[in-house]
């Protein structure tokens, strides 16, 4: 039985999009908060409108990014972050700053070579260990020959029981 331990890939740039989406979230609410307010006591349906799209815009933006965050934290922990994913960021922050220089676009920004980063590096660790000791590992570090003995080790442990 081959015996591997299991490293726990870390995530960098989902969970700093997530912040930067809560602190986004947050601005939005905060400079929104009067009319806000009045559209959910008046009614939240068809309450938008005037200054409330504003909020809308910082509550939508900011909550989809969140999702946006948690779905680049599980594949980081993969490693399995897409280029596609580290560059739409990358553009997505270059369009905002070049429309608004002084804005949370910079973090944005940051966030996205941070996941270019961790696009390149887990590229260079899937090819290194392809090629490493002739052994193929998937993208849990698993190598061929352990999904065969830890499904016998769960079926030893069910016996046991």
């Known amino acids: 039985m081959t015996t591997q331990i299991l490293k726990k890939r870390r995530a960098i740039a989902g969970p700093a999009l997530i912040i930067v989406c809560i602190l986004h979230t947050a601005v939005g609410v905060l400079a929104s908060a009067p009319a806000l307010g009045e559209a959910l006591a008046n009614g939240w349906f068809g309450a938008v409108s005037g200054e409330l799209e504003v909020a809308l815009w910082f509550l939508m933006t900011g909550f989809f990014g969140l999702v946006a965050g948690l779905a680049m934290t599980a594949l980081e922990r993969a490693g ?29 920004f940051v ?18 260990e392809s090629r490493g000791d002739g ?3 998937d993208s849990v570090g698993l190598s061929a020959s352990e999904p065969a003995s830890l499904e016998q080790s769960s079926h030893r442990g069910r016996a046991q029981a």
Do not use: Y
């Open 80 to 108: 399995r972050m897409p280029w596609s994913v580290s560059i739409g960021l990358l553009v997505i922050s270059l369009i905002g700053l070049s429309a608004a220089p002084v804005s949370g676009f910079m973090f944005m």
């Open 135 to 137: 052994q193929a590992v």
């Open 111 to 128: 966030v996205a070579i941070i996941a270019i980063v961790q696009s390149a590096r887990q590229k260079r660790r899937r090819s290194a």
